[in-house]
């Protein structure tokens, strides 16, 4: 099993940046991707950002340009850089892990980001 702990979140004016982090701790040599998703009240979790094992990247279109996803040098900690922060960028944080060739998820608790107007 994979077990997931973010941080970072907090409340920022518009235009401004926040790094999220997650850590990863048990079968972490499993892990086949992390990704970043965020959710909103009464709308479903969405798809930020996710980094795959090579490296390769993805990005949602929102985010494009003003987020940045990478992972720290253990491979078990992966961030999220983001800058030029919007209003409608605010949302409950959620780290992902999917791992053992893709088969299973993990998800971490969350972090509250909060972007003023």
């Known amino acids: 099993q994979v077990q997931l702990v973010e941080s970072g979140g907090g409340l920022v004016q518009a235009g401004g940046s926040l790094r999220l982090s997650c850590a990863a701790s048990g079968s972490i040599f499993s892990i086949n991707a992390m990704a970043w998703y965020r959710q909103v009240p009464g709308k479903q979790r969405e798809l930020v950002a996710a980094?795959?094992?090579?490296?390769?990247?993805n990005y949602a279109d929102s985010v494009k340009g003003r987020f940045t996803i990478s992972r720290g040098n253990a491979k078990n900690t992966v961030y999220l850089q983001m800058n030029s922060l919007k209003p409608e960028d605010t949302a409950v944080y959620y780290c992902?892990?999917?791992?053992?060739?893709?088969?299973?998820?993990?998800w971490g608790q969350g972090t509250q980001v909060t972007v003023s107007s």
């Open positions: 980094i795959a094992s090579d490296g390769m990247t």
């Open positions: 992902n892990a999917r791992y053992s060739s893709f088969s299973y998820n993990s």
